[in-house]
């Protein structure tokens, strides 16, 4: 069964600072994989998905990630983080049977300082 | 173009009581989407919908959790009874189909609050 750690649960940044936040998953087969972001008060909304080709996926606001096949990983990345960014961050791995369900991490709360 | 909407957006009962979430999906989502966010977790899919048909419901604790969509539309999520442990966020999500990888699109939520 797919899983996805997010081992990051809070991080803090001033702001300008490069962010990485980590992401892997456990499934060994294919894998189509998703950022999404839920600003404060807002709803859930996608930032980026991986489902084939180039690992490097770019996304709104500028954000980034990169899909590395032999370390599991599918990390989120922004070179200069703004205070706009604070929200919650949550890696998703797509269920493999055809359903088109979603496996979420557990989050990573940014915060970003003026 | 209007998002998915629920409501209520919060709801306290107390154990043992009966609730119930509803969810209007964007227009022309043939897919809906139930998942349980418990604090400090990521959201935990209970039930899905291609139209009124469930497609997949694995994660539902059936004894206490129904749902339905009965006319491929709008959605109910029922609890009954309701237990300490059933206090969450209840998302709703749509997508145009359930095509692999489709964009769910989220609601806002209903934050349930058991006493």
């Known amino acids: 069964a797919q899983s996805v750690s997010q081992h990051n649960h809070h991080v803090i940044l001033s702001e300008a600072a490069s962010l990485e936040l980590g992401c892997n998953y456990s499934?060994?087969?294919?894998?189509?994989l998703f950022w999404y972001v839920q600003y404060p008060g807002q709803h859930l909304q996608l930032l980026l998905k991986?489902?084939?080709?180039?690992?490097l996926v770019k996304g709104i606001k500028g954000f980034e990630a990169e899909f590395i096949k032999s370390k599991f990983s599918f990390n989120l990345r922004k070179p200069s983080v703004q205070w706009s960014d604070t929200a919650e961050y949550f890696c998703?791995?797509?269920?493999?049977?055809?359903?088109?369900?979603?496996?979420f991490g557990t989050g990573t709360r940014l915060t970003v300082i003026p | 173009e209007a998002g998915v909407a629920q409501s209520p957006r919060y709801k306290i009962i107390e154990k043992r009581q009966s609730v119930a979430f509803w969810c209007n999906p964007i227009?022309?989502?043939?897919?809906l989407y139930w998942y349980q966010q418990i604090l400090g977790q990521g959201p935990k899919l209970l039930i899905q919908?291609?139209?009124?048909?469930?497609?997949?419901d694995s994660q539902l604790p059936k004894d206490r959790f129904s749902a339905e969509r009965l006319k491929g539309v709008d959605s109910t999520l029922k609890i009954q009874p309701a237990k300490l442990e059933d206090s969450a966020v209840y998302l709703c999500?749509?997508?145009?189909?359930?095509?692999?990888?489709?964009?769910?699109?989220f609601g806002p939520g209903t934050r349930l609050l058991v006493l």
């Open positions: 999500a749509s997508s145009l189909d359930q095509s692999v990888g489709e964009t769910q699109y």
């Open positions: 499934y060994g087969g294919t894998v189509n």
């Open positions: 991986y489902f084939s080709g180039d690992p």
């Open positions: 998703a791995v797509l269920d493999q049977t055809g359903a088109n369900n979603l496996f």
């Open positions: 227009s022309g989502h043939a897919t």
């Open positions: 919908f291609q139209n009124n048909g469930v497609v997949d």
